[in-house]
């Protein structure tokens, strides 16, 4: 397959695009970044697999346009146009080159359709999804990469990663964590002490070994009684359906004692007596109707001679039958002549409402489709609206500007109110100095406690040398001056402390305290209306800046709908002289007048039409019928209507005539018509039936009716007969000869017999096995034994479920393996053979295959000087191996899949020259490959390179 030719019709911002595509094998897409790209990926993706609703949302944003587009594509000898648009419901539509629809059962024996995600997997390539597979440690990449070769992707990795783990946290053989290994060990405890307590109940197994013979006595029962039903069944059918089975064996044996009629076509008897009636009666009326038909021929000749001229006959009848044509013609010239006054009436209103001198030649060569006008009309529209709405919020912001004023002036007066730092230290030094000074005056007071200490130990001494008799008289004396000098010292500091009091207690210094401690409970109140209004400033501003930011982005868009205005205005040059507000009234103004000046064209050439008509249509009968030039088409039209019925009259009679002839001979060949097939009809029955005449036919369709009818009665009774009988038991039936019925009734008797006897025989086994549960259930009916049986069959049915769902995991993971082991003994070798291929072109023969050993698990390369497996290569090298497994995966896998690879800029990471290696590579495939690249298209020479800067 190969894709010659791309038209997109809309497709996301791509409008009205072709790209005619040569015959390399390699087209490489260039441009920078929002050229559109993407959308051309998208697009071929859309036009091979479809897309997803979430992509044709994101790409179908033009409801003007018609979505989608076609591509010639040439698939061996033939050519194909491949449609997709949303008025196809996004369904492909296949052309052949004569323009006639293929069916896409035809269509897949040259293209197999694919789905979205095989098709993504498969054949596109982007540089995401080779970075996305080399996430994983380089000890897993092996095991990846092996994985992208199976399928092209990481999902077999991922999928054996997953049942790896499901089946370790289900069971692992030496584990203890896993829930199986511990549902088993509880279970192993469980049986063991289930078997003790069995062990206990004398007697127990005794009971069960005659439970289990009187079970199998049951089953046995269950199999003779099975044999018996059987066939008492089979002869009660056989005694209800005697009847049919009679008739089958009458009917075998009259077709084995006679043979089949030798007839060639079966007819019906009643269809052929019908047949032979009617062709009878057919042949008599045949003769009559011929001497009736001589007789109108001569009636015929005799009123011949009395016709007129042929010429002048058709000439007025075709008159007369256009007589309405051409009066109405004539009233159709005078109303057009009444339109075109009121046209040219219009057309100078229209002129006076635009206001503009605008040439009638120039208005009808305007290209003014309607869509233009409403595209105007809704563009100043939107630029009205958005201009009103910016009016709006630039009144929004003044207002929030006057509130910033207001705010930036409480912040100014917070900000005087504030002491700086200076005045504050100023402020607290002298409250510090007021503070020391109070301090002061009260070291007196603090020190009078102490004196008075002094002079109780004092008196106390005085006492006790006064008990001792020890009282001396320089001991006297200096306690007295002690005592004195201390009195002394003490009056003076509270005459000091007295003094100090009264400067305190002044009343300015007492208002100056207050005053500095006014001062500083109004700076911290301004301290805390300072940081109120800092957040109402942070509001403000961000309000202003959401405010601004919204005004911008009207004024772009303001911009934007001018520069389409001014567009409109460049194709237009007359609304230059039209006021801003007025385009769209104007245009809409002058399209109506184009419109008015078509209609008046139309108008004078349908007049003209007419009257060229009418001239000629006078010309005509002034020359046929003699009549003058100047008078009235009404008067030229009675002339022509006179001579007409004269000629009419004689005419009529001749028509009737012939018409009577005409019915005469219609009937003659309708009889003759009916009676040749009768007659063919009658030959090929007798031939078939090898008779002559209609007697021996007669006897020879009995015999054949009997025949048939016998060999219908054998199938259906067989028919009937196997509703009810088994094969065997029908072939048996049908082959042995009929039972006499006496011997049927004794065969029923015995059967109904025997089946009574394995009844009671049931029923007393039945007895016995009851009551030997019942002695079972009575042993088992302690609660230990009870209650530990019931959790054994808890916890054994928990792990019957747990062990399937580890067996369903076991299955898929073995069935995976075994898919892996058969894949790499049979296809990855050649795989690996393509990949390698791939690979010494990229790397210029310096790496020389990729091979996979089979004991690691692991992919390596071969280079000239030894091997390395993956985790020891570059991160350069280590993308170019992913790619050219991709590659080799794709190409071998995918051989009977004739779709193109699109490869999104995937070899962003190579260097030139590699790059290069490698697209020469993809321009030498059979495989048309598509390159969507950032690299300018100069330096891409050697391909074709379509450049989408350029569209």
Avoid at 129 to 144: N, R, V, Y
Wanted: aromatic share 8%; charged share 30%.
């Amino acid at each position: 397959m190969k894709i010659n030719l791309v038209n997109i019709y809309q497709f996301g911002k791509l409008v009205n695009q072709t790209y005619e595509l040569s015959q390399d094998n390699l087209i490489i897409f260039s441009g920078n970044n929002e050229s559109g790209k993407t959308h051309v990926r998208y697009f071929l993706t859309y036009m091979l697999v479809g897309l997803k609703k979430q992509e044709l949302e994101r790409f179908n944003n033009q409801p003007n346009h018609i979505f989608g587009g076609e591509m010639l594509v040439q698939c061996d000898d033939r050519v194909f146009t491949l449609y997709r648009t949303d008025k196809l419901n996004h369904q492909l539509k296949v052309q052949d080159e004569q323009k006639h629809d293929v069916p896409l059962e035809e269509f897949k024996q040259y293209i197999q359709q694919v789905d979205r995600e095989l098709f993504d997997r498969i054949f596109h390539f982007d540089v995401l999804s080779i970075q996305k597979e080399q996430t994983d440690s380089p000890e897993h990449l092996g095991e990846l990469l092996l994985s992208l070769s199976m399928s092209g992707t990481d999902a077999i990795e991922r999928t054996e990663k997953k049942l790896k783990q499901a089946l370790d946290q289900l069971f692992k053989k030496n584990g203890t964590n896993p829930s199986l290994n511990q549902q088993l060990k509880t279970l192993e405890a469980m049986e063991k002490q289930l078997k003790e307590l069995k062990k206990t109940e004398t007697g127990y197994h005794t009971l069960e070994q005659d439970i289990k013979e009187s079970e199998s006595t049951i089953e046995h029962w269950h199999v003779d009684s099975d044999e018996v039903k059987k066939q008492l069944t089979f002869y009660q059918t056989y005694h209800q359906l005697y009847h049919k089975i009679e008739l089958y064996q009458l009917a075998d044996r009259y077709l084995k004692e006679h043979k089949k009629p030798e007839i060639k076509r079966e007819s019906n008897k009643a269809d052929v007596i019908t047949w032979a009636d009617r062709a009878r009666d057919i042949a008599q009326q045949l003769s009559y109707q011929q001497q009736q038909i001589e007789h109108k021929k001569e009636q015929i000749k005799a009123s011949q001679v009395r016709l007129g001229e042929t010429s002048l006959y058709e000439f007025l009848s075709t008159i007369h039958e256009q007589e309405s044509f051409w009066r109405k013609q004539d009233q159709t010239g005078l109303q057009v002549k009444g339109e075109l006054e009121q046209i040219a009436i219009k057309i100078q209103n229209e002129k006076r409402n635009i206001g503009l001198v605008l040439d009638d030649e120039e208005i009808l060569q305007l290209a003014l489709p309607k869509e233009n006008v409403e595209e105007l009309e809704v563009l100043v529209s939107s630029y009205k609206s958005l201009d009103d709405s910016k009016s709006s919020n630039q009144a929004e912001l003044q207002l929030l500007l006057s509130e910033g004023d207001g705010l930036s002036f409480e912040r100014h007066q917070v900000e005087e109110a504030l002491l700086n730092d200076y005045e504050r230290r100023d402020i607290e030094v002298a409250i510090e100095l007021l503070r020391d000074t109070n301090k002061r005056s009260m070291t007196s007071k603090s020190l009078l406690p102490g004196f008075s200490v002094a002079s109780g130990l004092l008196i106390i001494s005085f006492i006790i040398l006064y008990s001792i008799n020890n009282l001396q008289p320089p001991i006297i004396i200096g306690l007295v001056l002690v005592y004195m000098i201390g009195l002394f010292g003490l009056v003076h500091l509270k005459q000091q402390s007295i003094k100090l009091n009264k400067k305190k207690l002044t009343l300015e210094e007492e208002n100056q305290l207050q005053h500095y401690y006014h001062v500083l409970t109004e700076d911290e109140t301004a301290k805390e209306k300072r940081e109120e209004l800092t957040r109402d400033w942070m509001i403000f501003t961000r309000d202003v800046a959401v405010k601004e930011k919204e005004i911008n982005k009207q004024k772009d868009k303001q911009k934007q709908l001018a520069g389409k205005i001014n567009r409109f205005k460049d194709q237009y040059p007359f609304l230059s002289y039209v006021a801003e507000p007025g385009y769209s009234k104007v245009l809409a103004s002058v399209y109506q007048l184009k419109g008015l000046l078509e209609e008046r064209v139309t108008l004078l050439s349908r007049l003209q039409s007419i009257e060229d008509k009418l001239q000629q249509f006078k010309q005509s009968i002034v020359d046929y019928c003699d009549t003058p030039e100047q008078i009235s088409i009404e008067e030229m039209l009675k002339v022509v209507r006179e001579q007409f019925n004269e000629l009419t009259h004689n005419r009529e009679r001749h028509v009737e005539l012939t018409q009577e002839l005409h019915r005469l001979e219609d009937e003659e060949q309708q009889l003759d018509a009916a009676l040749l097939p009768l007659t063919e009809t009658l030959a090929d029955v007798y031939q078939a039936y090898q008779v002559d005449d209609f007697e021996s036919f007669i006897s020879q369709h009995e015999a054949a009716t009997h025949y048939k009818d016998m060999t219908q009665q054998k199938s259906e009774m067989k028919q009937k007969l196997a509703i009810y009988f088994s094969p065997t038991e029908l072939t048996r039936t049908l082959s042995e000869p009929l039972i006499n019925e006496r011997l049927l009734k004794e065969y029923l008797d015995d059967y109904h017999n025997k089946r009574q006897q394995l009844d009671d025989e049931h029923m007393t086994a039945m007895e016995q096995l009851v009551t030997l549960k019942a002695k079972k259930q009575q042993m088992e009916s302690s609660t230990g034994y009870r209650d530990l049986s019931y959790q054994f069959q808890m916890k054994r049915e928990a792990f019957n479920r747990t062990a399937k769902e580890w067996l369903i995991y076991k299955i898929s993971y073995e069935q995976l393996l075994k898919t892996k082991r058969l894949f790499q003994t049979s296809m990855l070798p050649g795989i690996l053979a393509k990949a390698s291929e791939v690979f010494r072109v990229v790397t210029n023969n310096r790496y020389q295959s990729i091979d996979y050993d089979q004991d690691s698990k692991q992919l390596f390369v071969t280079h000239r000087q030894g091997t390395w497996f993956l985790y020891d290569l570059s991160q350069g090298t280590l993308d170019q191996v992913v790619i050219a497994i991709r590659l080799g995966t794709a190409i071998v896998l995918n051989q009977s899949i004739h779709l193109p690879f699109i490869i999104d800029d995937s070899f962003v990471h190579f260097d030139q020259q590699r790059k290069k290696c490698l697209l020469n590579y993809l321009n030498q495939q059979d495989r048309q490959s598509f390159y969507f690249t950032t690299t300018p298209k100069e330096y891409l020479t050697d391909y074709q390179v379509i450049d989408l800067e350029d569209n």
